[in-house]
């Protein structure tokens, strides 16, 4: 084992907290505490970026009032998703898709405005900004199961339509709205299985070695 490793208790804890994230739909309302918000977000912040470019931006909202436009742009992206979802529209329509206004904090996680003179590492894969989005929305992700702070990651909504309703800069783009907050449990496992909307394929089926499609 390298010298460099955790102590036993340490890596399982952070296998634990990998294991028992969940998207989360369903929320118990009250707080999150300003210094624990704190923590989640420095967490975020603290994610790896190509060209250490830091493309994210985070938007807290907390206007009851804009949280419930943003509420109203998912919907009407819901029913355009069961639209296009054809005979499984209905199965759809069945999901809890948000928490939007159950949960205790709503976060807006965006790329920032003026990429393009960012071309370290996004030269050839300019979509690196958005991977390096993901790492910071997944830190605080991971962070906020460890504080036993569930969180949703939305995408249904029409990205200009965000942009426009939240004052962004032209270039800028939202990515995902966030719902974080306490919950009253965990799902044992993601809820699109519990729902028998889709089930989890083993890793053995996602693993190649030396070329595509050989194992």
């Known amino acids: 084992m390298s010298e460099h490793a955790y102590s036993d208790a340490e890596r399982a804890a952070i296998y634990r907290v990998i294991g028992e994230r969940r998207d989360m739909r369903h929320f118990a309302g009250g707080d999150i505490a300003p210094e624990v918000l704190g923590r989640l977000l420095a967490a975020a912040h603290q994610a790896p970026s190509v060209g250490l470019m830091q493309p994210w931006r985070f938007i807290r909202i907390s206007q009851r009032e804009l949280r419930g436009r943003i509420q109203a742009l998912v919907e009407q992206e819901r029913v355009r998703t069961a639209e296009a979802l054809?005979?499984?529209?209905?199965?759809?329509?069945?999901?809890?898709?948000?928490?939007i206004s159950d949960c205790a904090e709503v976060l807006v996680a965006a790329l920032m405005d003026n990429r393009e003179p960012h071309?370290?590492?996004?030269?050839t894969l300019?979509?690196?900004?958005?991977?390096?989005?993901a790492c910071a929305i997944q830190n605080?992700?991971?962070?906020?199961?460890?504080?036993?702070?569930?969180m949703g990651w939305v995408s249904l909504f029409e990205p200009q339509a965000l942009a426009d309703l939240l004052g962004m800069p032209a270039g800028a783009k939202p990515v995902a709205v966030l719902c974080l907050g306490p919950v009253t449990e965990f799902y044992p496992a993601p809820m699109l299985v519990?729902?028998?909307?889709?089930e989890q394929r083993p890793l053995s089926e996602m693993l190649y070695e030396n070329h595509w499609g050989e194992r």
């Not at 991971?142 to 569930?150: D, H, I």
């Open 119 to 123: 071309i370290f590492g996004r030269r």
């Open 86 to 99: 054809g005979e499984r529209s209905d199965d759809f329509m069945k999901l809890k898709v948000e928490g």
């Open 194 to 198: 519990l729902e028998n909307w889709a």
């Open 126 to 133: 300019p979509e690196m900004d958005l991977a390096s989005l």
């Open 140 to 150: 605080l992700w991971l962070a906020a199961r460890a504080e036993g702070l569930g």
